[in-house]
């Protein structure tokens, strides 16, 4: 199936929504704790996506919630697990060095793939797998390997570690769900409000009190939360689900760019190692077949939102 030029713009729309998550999460937290920005960025994009996902897919919302546990499940891991892991990894390490590790997603993906699915990568997977953990281990160590011998990480770049894991997990779980993309995340995010809500309010959860705060807290509720889901599921009418994978790539392009821009500077290490997991992520992705690894015909559908953040 061929990229057209508008799904093509959607999807690098996208992932620059994201990437620029990554950016102004840094910024947010110094105003807001993780579990604030958590909570109110899934409050304020819960009913906008209940109203997008009726306008696009339609669903039948019975059929949808016969699935509720999974959907619960869901929500628990990408909504709650996933995102306090990332805002909590913020306040430790930088936005690139969290867009750096968030890139191995795919190759830990199809190692997951081969163990609970049975799905086995080619020697182009393998290779890529290699090639993206040796990054990972460059910008973890930052060019001093024997860290790994003192088993001397960055407490972000861990905690970083565990929300990869973590959407690993969210990704081969969703694979399977038979339910409308949009519909199936407006579900998870108001799960996550809900089951949030007490935490938010036994740990007195405020709004940002500073306009960089509020501003923040907007971009994260508008930008990744709504506009980046509906490019995202937009473009993928028109393009297969591997194809607009391989566009995540960007997000470590776009973040490293904005993060110029403002000023911070990049290291060898971080180059070198945001080379490795690129050209990892792209030997994973590479199948003759065209198809996601591991997906058999017929499933595709349920990858619709593997890559939203």
């Known amino acids: 199936m061929k990229t057209s030029p508008k799904a093509s713009i959607f999807l690098v ?8 998550n990554f950016v102004v999460g840094q910024a947010a ?18 009913l906008p996506l209940l109203a997008l996902a009726q306008i696009v897919d339609r669903p039948d919302w019975r059929a949808v919630l016969r699935y509720w546990p999974t959907l619960l499940l869901l929500s628990f891991l990408g909504m709650g697990g996933y995102t306090l892991l990332l805002y909590t990894a913020l306040l430790h390490t930088s936005a690139l060095n969290a867009s750096l590790i968030t890139a191995a997603n795919p190759a830990l993906i199809v190692v997951l793939a081969a163990v609970v699915l049975g799905d086995r990568p080619g020697v182009l997977g393998w290779g890529g797998i290699g090639l993206g953990l040796s990054g990972v281990l460059l910008v973890l160590t930052g060019g001093d390997f024997q860290r790994l011998l003192r088993f001397s990480f960055n407490l972000g770049e861990l905690l970083m570690l565990g929300a990869v894991a973590v959407w690993s997990f969210y990704t081969i ?21 809900v089951v949030l ?26 930008f990744p ?14 393009t297969a689900p591997g194809t607009a994978g391989n566009y995540l790539n960007l997000m470590v392009v776009f973040t490293a760019v904005i993060t110029v821009l403002l000023g911070a500077a990049i290291s060898l290490p971080q180059i070198l190692g945001g080379l490795l997991v690129v050209g990892g992520v792209m030997l994973t992705s590479a199948r003759p077949s065209g198809r996601s690894p591991g997906i058999k015909p017929g499933k595709e559908r349920g990858l619709k939102w593997m890559g939203e953040r």
């Open 13 to 20: 729309l996208a992932t620059l929504f994201w990437s620029g």
């Open 173 to 193: 779980i969703a694979r399977r769900l038979p339910v409308p993309a949009i519909s199936a995340t407006a579900v998870q995010v108001a799960m996550a409000t």
């Open 197 to 222: 809500a007490p935490v938010a309010v036994a740990t007195g959860a405020q709004l940002p009190g500073t306009a960089a705060g509020s501003w923040s807290l907007a971009y994260i509720a508008v």
């Open 225 to 238: 939360s709504l506009g980046a889901y509906l490019l995202w599921n937009l473009a993928l009418k028109t």
């Open 29 to 46: 937290v110094t105003s807001m704790t993780p579990v604030e920005l958590t909570f109110w960025r899934w409050a304020f994009a819960a």
